[in-house]
């Protein structure tokens, strides 16, 4: 039998806010700095940010949901799709 494993795909995008601060652990494009940042959202609830600057991207981690059941329902349902 084949153990699957799930792999963290973005599904759903977060609204744009100005750059704030480095989303990836060290190991990012410093050129991204200084554009939008946005959250993508997986169909298991998992959400990162990323950075985006012209055609430079940083991508954060994937951070599992902290919250379960309706909540996270109703905060998925709030993301727009685009």
Same mark, same amino acid.
């Given at each position: 039998m084949m /153990? &699957? &494993?799930h792999? %963290?795909r973005a599904?759903?995008?977060? /609204?744009d806010w100005?750059?704030?601060?480095?989303? +990836? !652990? *060290?190991t #990012?494009? %410093? =050129? +991204? %700095? *200084?554009g939008?940042?946005?959250?993508?959202?997986? #169909?298991?609830g =998992? +959400?990162r &940010?990323?950075?985006?600057?012209?055609? %430079?991207r940083a991508k *954060?981690?994937?951070?599992? +949901?902290a919250c #379960? *059941?309706e =909540?996270?329902? =109703?905060?998925? #349902? !709030?993301?727009k799709? &685009?």
């Amino acid at each position: 039998m084949m /153990d &699957r &494993r799930h792999r %963290h795909r973005a599904v759903r995008r977060g /609204d744009d806010w100005g750059w704030v601060a480095c989303v +990836a !652990d *060290g190991t #990012s494009c %410093h =050129a +991204a %700095h *200084g554009g939008i940042t946005y959250t993508e959202y997986c #169909s298991c609830g =998992a +959400a990162r &940010r990323v950075e985006v600057n012209g055609a %430079h991207r940083a991508k *954060g981690p994937w951070k599992e +949901a902290a919250c #379960s *059941g309706e =909540a996270a329902r =109703a905060k998925r #349902s !709030d993301v727009k799709r &685009r």
